[in-house]
């Protein structure tokens, strides 16, 4: 029996979770949910966390992962994102691999012969990757101390970024009974996060929902007059030596938005799906390292990129949801400084929005759902209330108060009392 004495002088798993996190990642101290999820996952549990963008979610598998024995498996659903998280690690000290189409047979072979002899603490997979047979027979060998299942709104057809991949992974809870799971999002609303729950086997799982508050995001919207261009020039350069995000609806337009950005003397960089593997990660590097440089991109870029100086991000087109919204705009002032979200929007974007959902192959209830996110979105972005507030209301938060420092908040905003018009209407 241990003594009180003893007991006392032993560190509790949070300590030394506590002690990792100053050690290896530079942290004092856990932020917000951080702590009790890790606690739950240190415990040997099953969880859920919607932390917000900015929020720490990677910390709260990869502590639990570096101190439960075993290699903690990480499921992800872009190899830029993968990569970036990788490097990073490896950089702070931490035994991190990846398996993914871009590893070569001699790179992968020497990644499983560490997994062997025990000395990798994570490894980053795809969902496709994972899910196929040699890979699952592999790892039924390998001793797991806990698989996360990152960007889990994914799983949802109900989210904004739903990839059928994802719902392989449900099969994991019978893979692997023995191991803690835990699903990480930044964003899902009341019903994704019931879908998550049901698809990945988590319904008796404790849920962690953090507040969606993000006090250092000034937020506005405009409508486009004229040509969203020469609006998004006018933004930049009235923003100098400043690092920002633009975000635009096809290849072909951040080719162009960046190419008259450049014009205009300011140093922007497009980024898109479509160009050479190798051009988009030295644009990214450069980015990353950059004290004052645009990125003009599609959604491609971002999920997982850690810049915290991101002191903007525009919208020259409207994201897809509100979910996508407060992704793509918290990817500014993850230093917790100030720092801008601006959306520009017109009738036609959303249009547009609606015609394409309704020319996908997908069940009516889901295009019922993805046309009523829309409609919410430009509500948001039409609508003459605090645009932080709802947002945070939109993800089912009680209590809300505004933010004080948005466009409508601080009267940036035109309305007019309608009430006369619409009754006669």
């Known amino acids: 029996r241990m003594t009180p004495a003893l007991a006392e002088a032993r560190p509790s798993p949070l300590d030394a ?39 720490g979610k990677s910390l709260c598998y990869q502590i639990p992962a570096m101190l439960r024995p075993g290699l903690g498996l990480v499921v992800s659903p872009l190899i830029a994102l993968m990569t970036d998280q990788v490097a990073a690690l490896v950089q702070s000290g931490v035994a991190a691999a990846r398996l993914d189409s871009n590893i070569g047979p001699d790179e992968r072979t020497e990644t499983w012969r560490r997994i062997e002899r025990g000395e990798l603490d994570l490894l980053y997979v795809s969902p496709e990757g994972l899910m196929q047979p040699h890979m699952l027979d592999r790892l039924a060998r390998t001793p797991l101390s806990l698989i996360a299942i990152d960007e889990a709104h994914c799983v949802s057809q109900w989210g904004h970024d739903f990839r059928p991949e994802y719902r392989m992974l449900g099969r994991l809870a019978e893979l692997f009974p023995s191991v803690p799971r835990l699903a990480v999002t930044a964003t899902a609303d009341a019903r994704t996060r019931e879908d998550i729950r049901a698809e990945l086997w988590l319904e008796g799982s404790p849920e962690f929902v953090a507040s969606f508050a993000r006090p250092e995001l000034i937020l506005s919207a405009e409508r486009k007059r004229g040509t969203a261009a020469k609006r998004v020039i006018e933004l930049v350069t009235a923003r100098p030596e400043r690092s920002g995000v633009v975000y635009a609806g096809s290849r072909d337009k951040t080719e162009s938005l960046a190419e008259a950005l450049r014009k205009a003397g300011v140093p922007a960089l497009a980024y898109h799906a479509g160009l050479d593997k190798q051009v988009r990660e030295e644009r990214l590097t450069t980015f990353l ?25 525009i919208h ?12 793509e705009i918290g990817r500014a002032g993850r230093d917790g400084e100030p720092a801008e979200g601006i959306t520009l929007y017109g009738a036609s974007d959303m249009a547009w929005a609606l015609r394409r959902i309704g020319e996908r192959d997908v069940d009516e209830a889901v295009k019922q759902v993805q046309v009523r996110k829309v409609r919410q979105l430009y509500a948001l972005l039409h609508g003459a209330g605090c645009r932080a507030a709802a947002v945070r209301r939109y993800f089912g938060e009680a209590g809300v108060e505004p933010c004080g420092q948005c466009d409508v908040c601080t009267g940036g905003v035109e309305t007019v009392d309608a009430t006369v018009a619409a009754q006669k209407a």
């Open 17 to 55: 979770a506590r002690d990792v996190l100053r050690r290896t990642f530079g942290h004092a101290e856990f932020r917000g949910l951080q702590a009790a999820v890790i606690g739950e996952v240190l415990a040997g549990r099953c969880a859920m966390a919607v932390l917000p963008t900015g929020g």
């Open 289 to 313: 390292e950059a004290d004052a440089a645009v990125m003009v991109a599609t959604i491609a870029f971002g999920m997982g990129v850690d810049k915290p100086d991101v002191r903007f991000v």
């Open 316 to 327: 020259a087109d409207p994201p897809a949801s509100i979910e996508a919204y407060w992704q």
